[in-house]
Each structure stands twice: as structure tokens, then as C-alpha cells.
């Protein structure tokens, strides 16, 4: 009985699929005409497109502006995606809204495909960050702020302009950043000449060619890289506002700096031999720069005119430099001072005599002693047997030590 059951079974239903089989051949398929998208309730068309364009409504706008299939994505369309891109900055502008939100919109669509290359909507995307960011910074949210600045910067045009604006807002509230690639805009663009001799711009300039320690390379690769840094307009607005620097700022803060001018060939003679002469009497560690200061010394030991213009210009330098008196009891420093006093005796007598114009008080100095080092010049100069200091000069020094005024 059971076996019948299971054999009526297994005839009906191949049976039943035959027929089903029979049917699906037998029935028409429909024509491309009356075909629907799998998606055709949520597709928007062009027309739809152009109601929502006519209306502003961007939020449905960019919602289903992929609707359209990319083989029907022709330059009409394109021209109105990025109508209503540009539109959606104008509107955010007009309604004064720099919220959080409404820039991250704006990034997202700065990412299409469509929008990367738009330079009209990217200049306007550069506009409205600008005008968030100040906005941002002054709410307080800087962690936030510093990190929507970054993602912007990293798919933004990179241009001149903009790079300075974000270089303030960073200047201003992240001092301790690395703020070479916003500096990098500026100054490797031709556009960058409007900018490179803002303070700004050339402080910031300094102080990365300080990191770089460019004393340690050669002239040629400093040379090349003074090249891939900035433009060479832009570099010689730089260099002017350097050669000022270099003279005001202590040479240990300034030897990259030097090195890059020299190679450059924006210094003269006695530009030169001022830092080189600066930096010798600093007492500086053994290297590149204190045997090129050696050298510079013997050049102006040969040479009585550049060196009359270097001890004018070091006449001017309050305080006297002088480091180099400092440790004379050293081995090292003795070797260095005598070096100095035969090659350029008349600094020392200038030291020597300033030390005497403000102990006796003979000269105002509106800074205070100009002449630090002085007792340490006096006391070992006095033990020499070859002094580099006149006789006259060493009386009147120790008539002020007991209170006295030499005649």
C-alpha cells in the first residue's frame, strides 16, 4: 500500500513540473520597452533632476543624481551637478551656516569623480574651509578643527592662497606644528611671490631650514635642494629679509640659514666674514663652519679694508660677542684666541677698550655691560707675557676694579 502511494506521488509531480515547464516556453517575453530597472520606484530621471535643480533642493538633488546610469551621463548632466555644487556653497554662504555638518557635505561631495576636477566648485570648497575653520578655531574645538584642517589639506588644490590663510589659523593655534607642507604651497608656486616675503612666510622659512642642518652637506647639495624648496623668485624675496636675520639672530641659530644664502650667492664679503667672524668668537664645536670661520680669518688678516667694514659692522653689536673669553684657560680656546689676535687684533682691542668706556663710564649703553667677558679677557691677558691687550688699557681696567678713574 505504501509502495502505491509513493509511486502516485512521484507521477504527479513530474506531471505537475512538466506542465510548469510547458508553460514558462509557451509565454511571450516582454519587450525592451515595457523592462523597468530592478530599482525603477527609487530612480530618479533627468526631468526629476531638473525639478529638484529649479528648486534648490540639494539634499534630494545629490541623493539621486547617481540615478542617472553612467552611459547617460553626458555634459549636460555634468553641468548640472556641479551648478548645484557651487549653489550649495552660495546658499551656505548666504544663510551664514558653518556648522560641522554642512562642511562635511561639502567634503563628501569633493570627493566625486564629477567635482575633483571642477576647478570652479574646488576654489569655492577652498573659500567655505576658510571661513569654517575661522569659525571652528574660535569655538574652542581645536582638536577637531586641527584634524577636518588636515583631511581638507590633503585633497584640496594646494594653492598659494589658501595654503597662507591655513598657515596663520596653524601659526596662530598650533605653533609646535609641522607646518612644512601648507609652507611647501607657497613657496614652490609661482603665485607664492604675493606671500614668500610676508614675516610669516620668512620666520617660518628660517626655522625649517634650521631643522634641515644643511651646514653638514656640501654647497652643491644644499644648492639643489634650496631648488626643489622654493622657486628662485620666491627665494630671493626670502633671502632679503635673511641677510637682516642673520645679523640680528645669534649664529647658532642661524648657521643652516648662512649656508643656504652663501650657496645661493646672496651674501657679499662682508656679509660673510661678519657671521663667519660672529660665529668664531662664539666658541663653536669643532666642524665645517669653524674651519670655513678659520679660514675667513686669514682672508681678513690679508685684507685691511674688508676687515676696517667687518669691525665697523661688529662695533655695532650689542653685546659685544665674546664667548670665546669665556674658557681661556682651555687648551682649545687659547688656540682659537690666538688665532684671532693675530689675524684680527683690532677686535680684541675694540673688546678691550668698550670693556674700559662702561667701567669708567665714559659711554652710555642702554643695554647694560656690552663687554660680558671681560674680567675673563683682563685676567688672562695679564698673565701673558705677549699681551694682546695695551698696557694703558690693563692700568685703567684695575684702577675700576678699586674704585678708581685712570688718568
Not at 4 to 9: G, Q, V
Not at 21 to 37: H, V, Y
Not at 42 to 63: G, N, P
Amino acid at each position: 500500500m505504501k509502495k502505491r502511494t509513493r509511486m502516485f506521488f512521484k507521477k504527479l509531480f513530474t506531471g505537475v513540473s512538466f506542465s510548469l515547464t510547458l508553460l514558462t516556453l509557451c509565454t511571450p517575453a516582454p519587450l525592451a520597452q515595457d523592462r523597468k530597472p530592478l530599482n525603477s520606484q527609487s530612480s530618479y530621471s533627468i526631468s526629476d533632476l531638473e525639478v529638484l535643480q529649479q528648486a534648490h533642493a540639494f539634499k534630494e538633488f545629490f541623493k539621486h543624481a547617481h540615478d542617472i546610469l553612467p552611459t547617460q551621463r553626458t555634459k549636460y548632466w555634468l553641468d548640472m551637478v556641479s551648478d548645484m555644487a557651487q549653489s550649495f556653497i552660495d546658499d551656505s554662504f548666504k544663510q551664514d551656516n558653518f556648522d560641522s555638518l554642512r562642511f562635511s557635505r561639502i567634503e563628501e561631495l569633493a570627493k566625486w569623480p564629477e567635482l575633483r576636477g571642477d576647478e570652479f566648485y574646488q576654489v569655492k570648497r577652498s573659500r567655505y574651509a576658510l571661513s569654517y575653520f575661522k569659525v571652528c578655531l574660535s569655538s574652542g574645538k581645536l582638536p577637531n578643527c586641527k584634524k577636518q584642517m588636515h583631511s581638507f589639506w590633503k585633497s584640496a588644490k594646494k594653492e598659494a592662497e589658501t595654503g597662507y590663510k591655513l598657515l596663520e589659523y596653524f601659526a596662530g593655534f598650533f605653533p609646535k606644528h609641522n607646518n612644512w607642507p601648507l609652507l611647501k604651497s607657497i613657496l614652490t608656486k609661482p603665485e607664492g611671490r604675493f606671500y614668500c616675503a610676508k614675516p610669516l612666510v620668512t620666520g617660518l622659512t628660517f626655522n625649517h631650514l634650521e631643522k634641515l642642518h644643511l651646514y653638514t652637506d656640501p654647497p652643491h647639495k644644499v644648492v639643489l635642494y634650496l631648488s626643489q624648496m622654493s622657486t628662485k623668485r620666491c627665494w630671493k624675496e626670502i633671502a632679503g629679509s635673511a641677510r637682516t636675520w642673520l645679523d640680528q639672530t645669534s649664529t647658532s641659530q642661524t648657521k643652516s640659514l648662512f649656508v643656504a644664502l652663501k650657496a645661493s650667492k646672496e651674501l657679499d664679503p662682508i656679509q660673510e666674514g661678519l657671521w663667519l667672524t660672529r660665529y668664531y668668537l662664539s666658541a663653536p664645536s669643532p666642524g665645517k663652519l669653524l674651519n670655513r670661520a678659520w679660514s675667513q680669518l686669514e682672508v681678513l688678516a690679508s685684507n685691511f679694508g674688508q676687515r676696517k667694514k667687518v669691525l665697523h659692522k661688529l662695533a655695532d653689536i650689542d653685546p659685544l660677542p665674546g664667548t670665546l673669553f669665556e674658557n681661556l684657560g682651555e687648551k682649545r680656546s687659547r688656540v682659537l684666541f690666538e688665532h684671532l689676535s693675530q689675524s684680527f687684533p683690532e677686535y680684541v682691542q675694540l673688546y678691550s677698550k668698550t670693556c674700559i668706556a662702561y667701567r669708567e663710564g665714559t659711554r652710555l649703553f642702554a643695554r647694560g655691560n656690552p663687554t660680558i667677558q671681560c674680567q675673563k679677557l683682563m685676567a688672562y691677558d695679564k698673565k701673558q707675557k705677549r699681551k694682546q691687550v695695551s698696557q694703558e688699557v690693563h692700568l685703567r681696567y684695575s684702577a675700576t676694579l678699586k674704585g678708581l678713574k685712570g688718568h
